[in-house]
């Protein structure tokens, strides 16, 4: 693991803990040259599916193109860092355990905007309307109606 400070390539950990799920190893590291210290991150590096995309491209999935939507998405709403990771967790656990080599983005799309309605309302809508690509107002407020609709007959 290369020093972020000064690009030297040994270290030793200082301290490692697991997630709350176990899914990722936080190792803190100290740089046998310059003795700054960092984090790095470890985890299990999953075989996830291409993504086809809505003009029939493939390309491999991104969880970091993910998160920057999600993220965008969330900006200046009460919704943490932990629930946006926790949403992408599940997402690509579902398509893990979907063994499926190719997925349409409309069907991973979908499974996002699911999670999101979730956690917060006006975030999902904030998706809904660049992912689905709203062409008019009337759209834009179809989508809003019909989570008003959903909610009054919970």
Not at 12 to 40: A, H, P, Y
Not at 108 to 124: C, H, S
Not at 127 to 144: H, N, T, W
Request: hydrophobic share 30%; with cysteine; aromatic share 6%.
């Amino acid at each position: 693991m290369r020093c972020p400070f000064c690009n030297h390539i040994e270290d030793k950990v200082i301290d490692s803990r697991q997630s709350k799920d176990g899914d990722v190893i936080r190792r803190r590291r100290e740089c046998l040259k310059c003795e700054g210290r960092f984090t790095s991150y470890e985890r299990i590096e999953n075989i996830l599916p291409h993504v086809i995309k809505k003009d029939n491209r493939r390309e491999p999935y991104d969880r970091q193109k993910i998160l920057q939507g999600l993220e965008k998405a969330c900006e200046k709403r009460p919704v943490s860092v932990e629930s946006i990771e926790a949403l992408v967790m599940r997402v690509e656990k579902n398509l893990q355990e979907s063994n499926e080599k190719e997925i349409p983005s409309s069907v991973l799309g979908e499974q996002i905007m699911d999670g999101l309605k979730e956690i917060d309302e006006v975030a999902y809508v904030r998706f809904a309307s660049v992912y689905r690509q709203f062409k008019d107002i009337k759209e834009f407020m179809q989508e809003i109606k019909d989570i008003v609709y959903n909610k009054k007959k919970i």
